[in-house]
């Protein structure tokens, strides 16, 4: 008899060949059903409950992060979901729902015995292919003046915002995201864009900044008398805490005469004023500080017209810093006027029921905040997460500024082009170009699906239009208002070109990673091994205690 070879440790648990695959494409395509009803401007919201509260949102990627999935197959959707996020902003929803529908369309294949290898290759150069006829599709918006060109880009802001809870406003929105993204210049850090959120107002109510903006701090007895508006006040910027501290618990101070007692006492207080009085001779009307100015600080500023706050967060200090051109101080020694900073008006003004601090007219200039409210505490935090797309958008559109037509007009031409050129092919590959071909249309049909239109009907429709000779159908997509089809290029559906390339790059890698695995092994740790250093850990505990009880009753007999 041949003796039995044991490699893996017990209780791994090992799933290979086909069957293996099959459940890795069936999970991934679950994962794609949840988030499939969020695509497009008449998308659902998903309202999800965990122990942090409630989310109520549409964007693919947040609703992947808060799905907490465990299927290590399904874990790669989520992978791209993440980097759509952060590379370009937007697209999240379809690079989930093209690489669902590459992996349903190569199920069949699989299921049949094709060698994933095969599939993989086809499906590699098929993305070649549409990302380079994406870059000869793309229509440039270079080269216009700058109205132009903001006029553009909140085309591209609309088309992002109006599959979000804040569509009916897109309009509103877009013009107030453009306008902050161009605020910032060459350097576009999206920290410099802060985000404020106020409950209370109407969308309507939202304004943005151009400068910086934050909530009011942690305030002290005095901070009323201080005035809360300077015109061209100069700016410090500290790191450091402006109070009374006590020694500490360890300090020891001998005194040979009790009347030397006072002079310790004094020497406390000298040591605060001596700071706040550097603080004033620095010329500076306004003093902000990372850490606590305590009451005596405050009251001091505030008998000299000095406007102080303590306790900004970091990331506040930074963009004031940024803006006024003054730079963060951790001593008030030798404060030269170089580290000051200043702007053309800072006022506090009454937002909702909070304060907000204002600075505005800033020389630096390249920082702006958008002040949001709304009613619900759900409803603005979907909001800003919106916002946060759009903005990303636009960034990039202004460093790419190539755009494609929207609204599925991209996805059809790419689908009809692929089809044409899987012709030309002999062999397998023919097979599996097509159904790429084929599953690129799910994002029309989807947009379909979700305003309760007929997909079948309009994808026919489109795919009559895409097929015409003369290529004047290549811009047309789905027309959501009306349940027909438009050119979608001409309504200003637009989305910049790097958005679709790098969906269309990431979906099919993670398509290709799916069918690639042909061997899943999971290795917990066996569950007897660790209900057993448990149960020993306890019986340990249980028998000492006994001993121990059994010990006093013999010393009791």
């Not at 500024?401 to 609204?407: I, K, L, P, R, Y």
């Not at 082009?417 to 092919?425: K, V």
Request: with cysteine; charged share 25%.
């Amino acid at each position: 008899m041949q003796p039995q070879i044991i490699l893996l440790k017990e209780g791994t648990d090992v799933s290979q060949g086909k069957a293996q695959l099959i459940s890795n494409i069936n999970a991934c395509i679950a994962v794609v059903d949840v988030v499939r009803t969020t695509l497009g401007p008449r998308g659902m919201d998903k309202l999800v409950h965990d122990d942090k509260g409630t989310t109520i949102s549409n964007d693919g990627a947040t609703i992947m992060k808060l799905l907490d999935i465990v299927h290590p197959a399904a874990k790669i959707l989520v992978d791209i979901a993440k980097s759509q996020d952060s590379e370009v902003g937007d697209g999240t929803t379809t690079v989930v729902l093209l690489a669902g529908e590459f992996l349903r369309e190569a199920k069949p294949f699989i299921e049949d015995g094709v060698h994933p290898q095969l599939i993989i290759r086809a499906f590699r150069t098929a993305a070649n292919l549409v990302v380079r006829k994406v870059k000869e599709l793309a229509i440039s918006i270079e080269g216009k003046s700058m109205t132009e060109k903001k006029s553009l880009l909140e085309k591209c802001a609309a088309t992002t915002l109006s599959s979000k809870l804040v569509g009916g406003e897109k309009e509103f929105f877009a013009k107030m995201v453009v306008d902050a993204v161009t605020s910032l210049g060459a350097d576009s850090r999206l920290n410099m864009i802060g985000i404020k959120k106020v409950q209370g107002g109407t969308m309507r109510d939202s304004f943005l900044v151009n400068g910086v903006a934050f909530k009011k701090t942690f305030s002290y007895a005095g901070f009323e008398q201080q005035p809360k508006k300077f015109d061209n006040p100069k700016i410090l910027l500290l790191n450091l805490e402006l109070e009374l501290k006590s020694e500490k618990e360890n300090a020891e101070v001998r005194l040979s005469d009790p009347t030397q007692y006072q002079s310790i006492v004094d020497a406390e207080w000298n040591i605060i004023y001596d700071k706040l009085d550097k603080c004033v001779k620095s010329g500076a009307k306004i003093v902000l500080s990372r850490l606590a100015i305590g009451d005596l600080g405050t009251q001091y500023f505030a008998d000299r017209d000095i406007f102080c706050a303590g306790r900004v967060m970091e990331e506040d200090l930074h963009r004031v810093a940024t803006a006024t051109g003054a730079s963060v101080q951790t001593t008030v020694n030798n404060v030269i006027p170089d580290v000051l900073g200043q702007c053309e008006l800072f006022e506090e003004r009454q937002v909702g029921n909070e304060r907000f601090n204002i600075f505005t007219g800033c020389p630096g200039g390249e920082t702006a905040t958008i002040v949001l409210r709304g009613g619900a505490d759900q409803f603005i935090e979907e909001a800003e997460r919106s916002l946060h797309d759009a903005i990303m958008i636009v960034r990039r559109a202004l460093k790419n500024s190539n755009v494609v037509a929207g609204g599925g007009a991209i996805d059809m031409e790419l689908s009809r082009f692929l089809r044409q050129h899987a012709r030309t092919i002999a062999g397998k590959s023919q097979l599996f170009i097509n159904s790429y071909a084929k599953a690129l249309e799910v994002i029309p049909r989807q947009l379909c699906d979700n305003a309760g239109f007929d997909a079948t009907d309009v994808l026919n429709k489109l795919r009559q239009k895409h097929a015409l000779a003369s290529g004047e159908g290549a811009l047309y997509g789905v027309d959501i208002n009306s349940g027909g089809i438009i050119d979608t290029f001409a309504s200003f559906v637009w989305e910049p070109s790097v958005v679709k390339i790098n969906a269309l790059t990431a979906a099919t890698e993670a398509a290709c990673i799916v069918l690639s695995v042909d061997e899943t092994i999971k290795n917990p740790k066996s569950e007897a091994a660790q209900a057993e250093g448990m149960g020993g850990g306890r019986g340990r505990g249980m028998g000492g205690m006994r001993g121990g009880r059994g010990g006093r009753g013999m010393r009791r007999r």
